[in-house]
């Protein structure tokens, strides 16, 4: 096993992949907000991502994020994207992807400390 097969490394990439498919989707929800008939669209991966890990199985081949259409109501256009809830989600998303990446740094830290002491 080398240094760099390691679950959390995997675990923290699946994360981000997941991450970044939903703030694209987040993104083309805002610019679709006043677009007819225009269905929102959730990512979820978290799911998946905690079961793998429980499962000792590699996130990176059975992690998938899944992409959802609201079925909620729309307004008097058609669409249902309520752009305050996408503008906390859209927050929530990069505040996540950010705790990620420097997770991922942290670790590659650790790593080349470890590959230096030796």
């Known amino acids: 096993m080398s240094l760099l097969d390691d ?4 675990a923290l990439h699946s994360a981000l992949d ?18 007819p008939f225009y269905r929102s669209r959730s990512v979820d991966f978290e799911g998946q991502l905690k079961q793998a890990l429980a499962n000792g199985d590699d996130p990176m081949e059975t992690v998938t994020p899944t992409v959802e259409y609201s079925g909620a109501a729309g307004n008097s256009i058609g669409s249902n994207v309520d752009l305050g809830a996408e503008s906390v ?6 505040m996540s992807y950010e705790l990620a990446l420097r ?11 470890a590959i230096r002491s030796n």
């Open 7 to 10: 679950v959390s490394i995997d």
């Open 18 to 35: 997941g991450l970044s498919q939903r703030q694209q989707a987040i993104s083309d929800d805002i610019a679709n907000v006043n677009t």
């Open 89 to 94: 989600a859209s927050v929530k998303t990069e």
């Open 103 to 113: 997770a991922t740094g942290d670790r590659f830290t650790l790593l080349r400390a």
